[in-house]
């Protein structure tokens, strides 16, 4: 008995994301036998028996079902699949990954050990990188089959919802939300570091927020992180995608009405970051009419996973930093101003990202038993 807790424990410490308890050990263990059943010796074999079966634990299930997420895409859609983890900016990811997690490491070791975070820096990468590795793999998987129901799910349902957005939007907001965003006088130099913001490294601070939540030493935080992840992929990213299938405003004159967004293509190509926008939306819509998938394509305005995946980092961060989750939440209003101000989303795209995000977070938060 001593000898099975012990190896669970090395592998739980070895492998973070699996989190492997025996059947008889004090984890979910059933009330013994009674006075009056078998006899002792009977007793202490069928506990032996027990002992051997580990029981999966929550991190090993989501594992499982991450491996089933990316499976499934691979299966129905192997072509699209393929092109997407094979993309180049996956591969360069392949290429920046040990250095990603070593400078993660590094970010962190001050935040978990004060007195000497050399030595914590190093205990980690001998006990916890193994886990950890597996985590990220599993998650660039993920990420290929993301795209490839993005991109799908896209060709398969149609963007049905994008009138009643546009005038739901409109009405509460006593007009359309990008011209208020873009009303705001912002120098060309605002203008371009929000286009940086949003566009370009909006990739790598999910990336990097990623790898740190898999080195988390707290289980029940990395655990509430991850179980939330994989429910925004699915419950945002599969089924509120296909129940209100939009494109977004700087879609709009090419999909329905030319002429409702038409001073929005006109106010992106006379600023700074503008062309680069509208050089983005080609790129996409070509994508999306010529069938050619890649990280990042498809297109998709109702919910914003932009918005959804840098609230989900704020929630973490908030909970283990303060400072740090004052910086997050700042990059979540970044986001959401960007989203409309560049025309890509309806801002009640923005407004049920954070609500349904938040409440998953919350659900994860019991579920796996996590300080709220």
Not at 106 to 129: E, H, M, V, Y
């Amino acid at each position: 008995m001593r000898d099975c807790e012990r190896r669970c424990r090395w592998v739980r410490h070895r492998c973070p994301i699996l989190d492997v308890y025996p059947t008889g050990s004090g984890r979910g263990r059933r009330s013994g036998p009674s006075e009056e059943g078998p006899p002792k010796e009977a007793n202490m074999a069928a506990s032996a028996d027990l002992t051997s079966a580990p029981r999966i634990g929550l991190s090993a299930k989501l594992a499982i079902f991450g491996l089933c997420y990316a499976g499934v895409a691979a299966s129905l859609f192997p072509e699209t699949y393929l092109a997407a983890l094979g993309t180049r900016r996956l591969l360069i990811l392949y290429f920046l990954l040990p250095f990603i997690i070593l400078l993660g490491l590094g970010i962190a070791a001050p935040f978990s050990d004060r007195r000497a975070p050399a030595t914590w820096f190093l205990a980690k990468i001998s006990f916890r990188w193994r886990g950890a590795t597996l985590t990220l793999g599993i998650f660039i998987l993920c990420l290929a089959a993301f795209t490839t129901y993005k991109y799908e799910l896209a060709q398969m349902v149609p963007f049905f919802a994008d009138r009643q957005l546009a005038e739901i939007d409109a009405a509460l907001h006593f007009g359309h939300v990008w011209k208020w965003a873009r009303s705001v006088p912002l120098p060309g130099v605002i203008d371009q570091a929000l286009y940086v913001l949003y566009a370009q490294l909006w990739f790598v601070v999910v990336a990097f927020v990623v790898v740190a939540a898999a080195w988390i030493d707290d289980a029940a935080k990395r655990q509430r992180y991850f179980l939330s992840l994989t429910a925004t992929a699915v419950i945002l990213g599969i089924v509120v995608r296909v129940m209100a299938s939009s494109a977004g405003p700087i879609f709009y004159d090419r999909l329905f009405d030319p002429d409702l967004f038409d001073d929005l293509t006109a106010s992106l190509r006379s600023s700074n970051a503008g062309p680069a926008i509208l050089r983005i939306s080609d790129y996409l819509y070509s994508s999306y009419t010529s069938r050619q998938a890649s990280i990042g394509s498809g297109i998709s305005a109702m919910p914003s996973f932009h918005v959804a995946m840098v609230t989900l980092n704020a929630l973490l961060l908030g909970s283990i930093n303060r400072t740090a989750g004052i910086f997050a939440w700042l990059y979540v209003a970044a986001i959401m101003f960007g989203s409309v101000y560049f025309g890509w989303h309806y801002a009640i795209d923005d407004y049920v990202s954070i609500i349904l995000v938040w409440l998953i977070w919350r659900g994860a938060g019991k579920l796996t038993g996590a300080k709220q």
